[in-house]
């Protein structure tokens, strides 16, 4: 039997598990590497053999063991060596101050302790921060390849996180029992930097750079370790608290303002805290709080008592509006277009200032004396050129036109005001120029005579004001004419009486007519061709009546006839359509618009049948009438040499060149008939000139009563023309100069009385029922039917171009075109209407 040989075996050696064999001397190299790097030993490391350690540990699937291992050492480490120094920096000072808001201390030692504590929470925060970067670095490939698998917050978040955790978020016993709420460290570094803020907002010094470092500090921190954007600490914790705490501080503030009384100082302040808060959050908070910190101030220092603010007597906006305060307004504009967009306070109080205004200049009028001469003012129409001589009292119509004019240039100069307070204080805002429109169309047109008083001023501009002025006055005075007429509602009335003033000016050459082009121009751009239509027709008649003028000089002199030469005739040919009746003869008094015709001197019937002749030659079916009422002539008289004066003017021959009106000129001429020492009464005169009486005492009064032209002798002698008069050649007239002018008949513009605005108030309303009528027909032409309520609306928006039209007129002018069959009514519950064609 075979035996089998003997064999030695090897011991068997127990089975050891090699990774957590090899786990544990890498963790205690990158332990003790975790502690010089906590001591500031780091520049003794090797980050080859740690970046080796993580990576074996990784290697061997201890990843999870690491990143736990990380965290709890950190932990372990801010227990023993961080929180310590933290507590100790929590005195009972700051507590005092911070937290229980205790006074005592001076502003000096509270800054002092406040930063002294927060330099310690940054030191703190500085050396983990830059510890846990170092930490990141040599764990890179746990951090690459097992943490980002593992979808775990990153090593960095994790452990930068210990400071919110385990500083940040660390109770406060002892301070919580005496507040008897539970606080936290996070707590009280609030209530430091909101504490040092506040001393800043009173004027002291602080570190703004340790401010900008601990808020820097919780931008960097987060809720989780998962860090959501929106989640910062700052965001969630420290901004809320500084908002509402700002909130309170500027609530009390604004109090505070407001018992002070004074608008001027609450401007300045707000806008000083404004810019204060934006500089702060840019160099001691966070840019991220400026829009909300800055809607902080604007409701509890704007918004909120805005309105009483506004309504301060004596500095309120009233106030700075009246004295011209243009920085307190050009701050007030941007304080609250900052928090309204519509300026519903800026724009409520500037309509109210303009109407009142507005209103202040019509009553000042009112009590205003006009009777007095204006220092320095030429006598219009009975004055000699070159001769002084002294003012006499205005009469009522003078008077009157004085007040027209001196309310619309105050109304220019407060439009001026306004313009400057919106070109210089409100950056030309729409919002608020439409209001002030508004409220200037407003008072305007509440004043009955605008219209009038706007024409007139016109007038006085374009006769005397442009005299020697430059383009630049021109073009302002004509942009004021188109702004006024701009605020006028009822234009058709402008219309009549520019008419008439344009008239008067035109043939009496008292204008420039380039610069009445311009502005009937700017007119028709403004309000288009109808608006001008007559305006345009008066020019021509002048142009075509000029070239008519030159063409009969030239036929009269081809015909060598003596006894016409010896007259020049200077004619306007004018169309009775484009001029206005008061012009063309037809008084209002004159129902059926006749005129009233005079009986002229022989020789002027001999060159009237002349020109007849001429005119007609090329022009058949053509009717002319003389208009008397609206003519000028010159005159030249000889006054004799006085019987038994042997010196002076009166003891030799004078001649004179006298400018009259034609009604002067026919009665002037009868006089020539008249022998030495003879009159003749008024009656006499009347019955032999066919002028109407109230032209023939015009005519009278301008020869006989004012020294300066009084040619004709009155009896008796007195201030006023009565039909017992009697009227004789003076033959003692003497003048220091050779011509002489006469008040003009109708050749200034006034303003009217009573009566004469009734009569033209009826003459406008007669013609706003045709224009009316022509709208109402016009539309339903168009439209076929319509309702009543919409036919009013149409009416009324084709018409406020021109006028206004009240609703009654418009009714009564549609039962009128009922009558007349142009429309018909639509049965049904709706009033309504149809077009009959």
Request: hydrophobic letters at 40%; glycine letters at 4%; one cysteine or more.
């Amino acid at each position: 039997m075979a035996s089998r040989p003997n064999k030695i075996r090897p011991v068997r050696r127990p089975i050891l598990n090699k990774e957590t064999s090899e786990f544990e001397p890498c963790w205690d190299i990158l332990k003790s590497a975790l502690t010089d790097i906590h001591n500031k030993n780091a520049s003794r490391l090797s980050f080859e053999n740690l970046y080796r350690a993580s990576y074996k540990i990784v290697l061997r699937k201890k990843g999870q063991l690491l990143y736990d291992r990380v965290k709890e050492f950190e932990e372990e480490w801010f227990r023993n060596h961080v929180l310590p120094p933290i507590a100790g920096l929590v005195s009972s000072n700051l507590v005092s101050v911070a937290l229980l808001q205790r006074p005592g201390l001076s502003a000096h030692e509270r800054r002092e302790t406040g930063e002294r504590f927060l330099r310690g929470i940054r030191d703190t925060w500085e050396d983990h921060n830059m510890s846990m970067n170092m930490v990141a670095d040599i764990l890179m490939y746990l951090e690459r390849s097992y943490v980002s698998e593992a979808r775990q917050p990153s090593i960095f978040a994790a452990t930068i996180g210990l400071f919110r955790d385990h500083i940040l978020r660390n109770n406060l016993d002892g301070v919580s029992e005496q507040l008897d709420q539970p606080l936290v460290m996070f707590d009280l570094i609030n209530a430091v930097i909101l504490d040092l803020i506040n001393m800043e907002r009173d004027g002291d010094i602080i570190d703004r750079n340790l401010l900008r470092q601990i808020t820097s500090m919780l931008e960097a921190l987060y809720e989780t370790d998962e860090e959501p954007e929106n989640a910062k600490l700052y965001l969630t914790v420290f901004e809320p608290r500084f908002l509402a705490a700002s909130q309170s501080f500027y609530r009390d503030e604004c109090d505070k303002l407001l018992r002070e009384g004074s608008a001027s100082a609450w401007l300045r302040h707000t806008q000083r805290r404004l810019q204060e808060e934006h500089n702060r959050c840019e160099t001691s908070l966070s840019i991220l709080t400026t829009d909300k910190i800055a809607q902080v101030v604007e409701q509890e220092l704007i918004v909120a008592k805005l309105n009483d603010f506004l309504a301060m007597e004596g500095t309120g906006m009233k106030s700075m509006v009246d004295n011209d305060r243009h920085e307190d307004l050009s701050i007030l504009y941007q304080l609250v277009s900052r928090v309204d967009k519509t300026k519903h306070a800026l724009k409520h109080i500037l309509q109210t200032r303009v109407m009142e205004l507005g209103l202040e200049i019509e009553q000042t009028l009112k009590s205003t004396d006009f009777s007095a001469p204006v220092a320095g003012a030429e006598v219009e129409d009975v004055g000699e050129a070159g001769e002084k001589t002294k003012a006499q009292p205005l009469s009522a119509a003078a008077q009157q036109t004085a007040a027209a004019i001196k309310w619309v240039d105050d109304v220019l100069q407060l439009k001026d005001k306004f313009d400057n307070l919106s070109r210089v204080c409100f950056n030309q805002d729409l919002v608020l120029q439409s209001a002030v429109t508004k409220s200037f169309s407003d008072f305007i047109n509440m004043f009955h005579r605008c219209s009038e008083f706007v024409s007139l001023f016109i007038d006085d501009s374009l006769k005397r004001g442009l005299k020697g002025k430059s383009d630049e006055d021109v073009e302002a005075m004509l942009q004021k004419a188109i702004v006024l007429l701009r605020y006028l509602a009822d234009r058709d009335m402008f219309e009549r009486y520019y008419q008439k003033h344009l008239a008067r000016r035109l043939l009496h050459n008292k204008s420039e007519i380039h610069t009445e082009k311009e502005l009937v121009r700017r007119m028709k751009a403004e309000l288009g061709n109808h608006f001008t239509t007559k305006f345009e027709g008066m020019f021509k008649d002048m142009e075509l009546s000029k070239d008519l003028s030159e063409n009969y000089r030239d036929h009269v002199r081809s015909l060598g006839d003596a006894d016409i030469k010896n007259i020049d005739l200077g004619l306007h040919v004018l169309t009775t359509n484009n001029w206005p009746p008061e012009v063309m003869g037809r008084s209002a008094n004159q129902e059926d618009g006749g005129r009233a015709e005079c009986t002229f001197p022989p020789a002027i019937k001999r060159l009237q049948e002349s020109f007849f002749k001429y005119y007609l030659k090329d022009r058949s079916g053509r009717v002319l009438t003389w208009v008397a009422s609206a003519g000028t002539a010159d005159i030249k008289c000889v006054f004799p040499k006085v019987p038994g004066k042997e010196s002076g003017p009166l003891s030799k021959e004078r001649r004179y060149e006298l400018n009259v009106s034609t009604y002067g000129m026919i009665v002037l001429e009868l006089f020539n008939g008249v022998a030495e020492g003879e009159s003749l009464s008024f009656e006499e005169i009347q019955a032999k000139t066919n002028i109407p009486a109230h032209d023939l005492i015009r005519t009278l009064g301008s020869l006989s009563i004012p020294p300066k032209s009084r040619v004709l002798a009155k009896e008796p002698l007195s201030k006023n023309v009565k039909p017992t008069d009697r009227f004789s050649f003076n033959a003692q007239f003497a003048s220091k100069t050779i011509k002489i002018k006469a008040p003009v008949i109708s050749s200034a513009s006034k303003v009217e009385d009573n009566e004469e605005r009734k009569q033209t108030e009826r003459k406008n309303d007669q013609t706003r029922a045709h224009v009316v009528d022509a709208a109402i027909v016009r539309i339903m032409k168009q439209r076929k039917e319509l309702t009543h309520t919409q036919l009013t609306t149409e009416v009324i928006g084709q018409l406020a171009g021109r006028f206004k039209p009240e609703i009654s007129m418009i009714k009564k002018r549609i039962e009128d075109l009922l009558v007349r069959e142009y429309l018909e009514r639509i049965e049904g519950g709706t009033a309504a209407y149809r077009y009959l064609a």
